[in-house]
Nanobody, 127 residues
Framework: QVQLVEAGGGLVQAGSSLRLSCAAS????????MGWFRQTPGKEREFVAA????????NYTDSVRGRFTISRDNAQKTVYLQMNNLKPEDTALYYC????????????????????WGRGTQITVSS
């Protein structure tokens, strides 16, 4: 079992930067691939970024590629999402998710493949 707690959200102006963190409980964080997703009211949860358990592979949705960076610190059991040049369309509730992975290079962009979820942190970007 893994518990995830996101932090770092807030209200910012367009062009600003934020760094989200997601702290995990449990002893085997290094065995989990991690993802960030976001959701706005009335819309489905959307993939943002993912990272393999080793950190060697990452992927991003096109709208954030080049602006957001996902990283992880397995010793600290934490995954991060550095968000630069934020835009109003980035406004959403951001969730981190974990999936137990048997290969160090696996990640998924599909929310249905993740086993554990945090409660989310809100980001609001004003224009």
């Amino acid at each position: 079992q893994v518990q995830l707690v996101e932090a770092g959200g807030g209200l910012v102006q367009a062009g600003s930067s934020l760094r989200l963190s997601c702290a995990a409980s449990g002893r085997t964080f290094s065995s989990y691939s991690m993802g960030w997703f976001r959701q706005t009211p009335g819309k489905e949860r959307e993939f943002v970024a993912a990272i393999s358990s080793s950190g060697s592979r990452t992927n991003y949705t096109d709208s954030v590629r080049g602006r957001f960076t996902i990283s992880r610190d397995n010793a600290q059991k934490t995954v991060y999402l550095q968000m630069n040049n934020l835009k109003p369309e980035d406004t959403a509730l951001y969730y981190c998710a974990a999936r137990l992975s048997f290969t160090s290079t696996y990640y998924s962009t599909q929310s249905r493949n993740y086993d554990f979820w945090g409660r989310g942190t809100q980001i609001t970007v004003s224009s």
